[in-house]
């Protein structure tokens, strides 16, 4: 049997709907991935690929957590830990915050499931950027809750009219920073947000990407924790501690919004590899310490090749440019592929000459803008 031809970002589903599936699943695609290294090595008969289209860290895999999950390899015909007690302590002491204010789950993502389960009805109004993560209005969809989307302003969310939205709403969600843009919404605007928020809405800020911000207007989401009762707080290992692979990702918020989670959630959510890894990735400074420094650096280098070849991109506080290719970014993503480059096009966003791009290593970086290069050129 030959493998299913590859799918383009956002084309329907080419399956049709099973007559029995729950109707909700009408107005949902499934996810389509950035492309993998091994997808285009071996379409493509190119060895070094440079993958900059999932946000992930491009330093490799950190020798201490080779070593920890080593160490931990012997135990995984027993269970894990169902609660990953020993990294809620880690992570809650880090916001200084008990135990009891931490649920650790198989990733954001599925943190995200665990909220939608415990806090969203059929009919219920999420209110959300546009652009903003492609989960949050999938999410809304699979529940039959209603996504709200509001568009951002100047490329940054409009945390005003994100509020204005909230008064029959149950939950808004800010990413922060927001994917795809990368830019930050500030302290000051965040706590004005959450003034204006009724106490019928849950906020939802999703930090994935706060370990790569250095302006320091970012919010202190610990110090709004203990005023703003409705916030909650997703962090996940998968990006500056680099464990997208093993899917660890947690909330932060008042003890009982995380009882719900815990009805909702499976019994067993996040494996023993994951949880002695995500342990060892927080002693780990020297690795997060380059992952940031080589983020930083090679961001203003990335920002400013862009500019060279005249084109516009947004500036980032993560670890990821979003860049106006002024052409389909479809097309010029598939004409990276043979140069062994992953980007991410932005149709998902409905940003269709627009492309996602992450901050590599300073070779994946040159890589990427030489090819870029060549192909705009040769249109
Ligand atoms: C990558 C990403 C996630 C996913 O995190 P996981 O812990 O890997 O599931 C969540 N939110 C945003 C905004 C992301 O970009």
Same mark, same amino acid.
């Given at each position: 049997?030959? *493998?299913?031809?590859?799918?383009?970002v956002?084309?329907?589903?080419?399956?049709?709907?099973?007559?029995?599936?729950?109707?909700?699943?009408?107005?949902?695609?499934?996810?389509?991935?950035?492309?993998?290294?091994?997808?285009?090595?071996?379409?493509?008969?190119?060895?070094?690929?440079?993958?900059?289209?999932?946000?992930?860290?491009?330093?490799?895999?950190?020798?201490?957590? &080779?070593? +920890?999950?080593?160490?931990?390899?012997?135990?995984?015909?027993?269970?894990p830990?169902?609660?990953?007690?020993?990294?809620?302590?880690?992570?809650?002491?880090?916001?200084?915050?008990?135990?009891?204010?931490?649920?650790?789950?198989n990733?954001? #993502?599925?943190?995200?499931?665990?909220?939608?389960?415990?806090?969203?009805?059929?009919?219920?109004?999420?209110?959300?950027?546009?652009?903003?993560?492609?989960?949050?209005?999938?999410?809304a969809?699979?529940?039959?809750?209603?996504?709200?989307?509001?568009?951002?302003?100047?490329? &940054?969310?409009?945390?005003?009219?994100? *509020?204005?939205?909230? +008064?029959?709403?149950?939950?808004?969600?800010?990413?922060?920073?927001?994917?795809?843009?990368?830019?930050?919404?500030?302290?000051?605007?965040?706590?004005?947000?959450?003034? &204006? %928020?009724?106490a019928?809405?849950?906020?939802?800020? #999703?930090?994935?990407? +706060?370990?790569?911000?250095?302006?320091?207007?970012?919010?202190?989401?610990?110090?709004?924790?203990?005023?703003?009762?409705?916030?909650?707080? @997703?962090?996940?290992?998968?990006?500056?501690?680099?464990? *997208?692979?093993?899917?660890?990702?947690?909330?932060?918020?008042?003890? #009982?919004?995380?009882?719900?989670?815990?009805?909702?959630?499976?019994?067993?959510?996040?494996? &023993?590899?994951?949880?002695?890894?995500?342990?060892?990735?927080?002693?780990?400074?020297?690795?997060?310490?380059?992952?940031?420094?080589?983020?930083?650096?090679?961001?203003?280098? %990335?920002?400013?090749? @862009?500019?060279d070849l005249?084109?516009?991109?947004?500036?980032?506080?993560?670890?990821?440019? %979003?860049?106006?290719?002024?052409?389909?970014?479809?097309?010029?993503?598939?004409?990276?592929?043979?140069?062994?480059?992953?980007?991410?096009?932005? +149709?998902?966003?409905?940003?269709?000459?627009?492309?996602?791009?992450?901050?590599?290593? *300073? #070779?994946?970086?040159?890589?990427?803008?030489?090819?870029?290069?060549?192909?705009l050129?040769?249109?």
């Amino acid at each position: 049997m030959s *493998a299913p031809k590859e799918q383009a970002v956002n084309e329907p589903s080419k399956v049709r709907l099973h007559p029995l599936a729950r109707k909700a699943l009408a107005a949902i695609e499934p996810y389509v991935p950035g492309r993998s290294t091994e997808e285009v090595q071996e379409q493509y008969r190119v060895s070094n690929v440079a993958k900059l289209g999932s946000n992930e860290n491009p330093l490799g895999v950190s020798p201490r957590i &080779r070593e +920890a999950l080593l160490a931990v390899i012997d135990g995984v015909h027993r269970y894990p830990d169902p609660t990953s007690a020993a990294l809620r302590r880690r992570v809650a002491a880090r916001f200084g915050v008990t135990p009891d204010h931490v649920c650790v789950s198989n990733g954001v #993502d599925n943190v995200l499931t665990c909220l939608g389960l415990a806090f969203l009805d059929a009919g219920d109004r999420c209110v959300i950027g546009a652009p903003t993560y492609t989960a949050y209005a999938a999410l809304a969809l699979m529940l039959n809750a209603i996504p709200v989307e509001v568009p951002v302003h100047e490329w &940054r969310l409009d945390l005003p009219r994100m *509020a204005g939205a909230s +008064a029959n709403a149950k939950m808004v969600i800010v990413c922060n920073p927001n994917n795809p843009t990368g830019t930050i919404v500030r302290h000051d605007e965040l706590e004005a947000f959450l003034r &204006r %928020l009724p106490a019928t809405a849950l906020a939802v800020v #999703d930090e994935a990407y +706060a370990e790569f911000v250095d302006d320091p207007a970012f919010p202190n989401t610990a110090a709004l924790l203990g005023r703003y009762p409705n916030l909650v707080v @997703l962090r996940t290992f998968s990006k500056i501690y680099g464990l *997208a692979g093993l899917r660890v990702g947690y909330a932060v918020a008042t003890p #009982d919004i995380i009882d719900c989670f815990n009805r909702v959630r499976e019994p067993f959510p996040v494996d &023993r590899l994951a949880q002695a890894a995500a342990e060892a990735t927080l002693d780990d400074e020297a690795y997060v310490r380059a992952a940031y420094e080589n983020n930083r650096t090679e961001r203003t280098w %990335l920002a400013a090749a @862009l500019s060279d070849l005249e084109l516009q991109s947004i500036p980032s506080q993560a670890n990821f440019v %979003l860049v106006d290719l002024g052409h389909q970014a479809d097309d010029v993503a598939r004409r990276l592929l043979p140069h062994g480059v992953i980007i991410r096009p932005g +149709a998902m966003w409905r940003l269709p000459t627009w492309a996602r791009i992450t901050v590599g290593t *300073a #070779d994946e970086n040159r890589r990427v803008i030489a090819s870029l290069r060549t192909v705009l050129a040769a249109r």
